[in-house]
């Protein structure tokens, strides 16, 4: 993620904690130029949600 803020959280027995953190990313950084937040799956690599100021 070259130098971009990277939260990690394994347990996908706590989704709606992780689904909680990335609804919390997205207001915290909602007004940087050029965010974009996706929350994936990180042994399908499947893109879960994704968050971005041109949606």
């Known amino acids: 993620m070259r130098g971009r803020p990277v939260l990690v959280d394994c ?14 990313w997205v207001g915290e950084r909602r007004k940087i130029p050029g965010a974009r937040i996706t929350l994936a799956d990180e ?8 968050w971005s100021q041109e949606n």
């Open 11 to 24: 347990d996908q027995s706590r989704e709606v904690t992780v689904r909680e953190k990335f609804a919390s």
């Open 43 to 50: 042994t399908t690599g499947q893109e879960l949600v994704i």
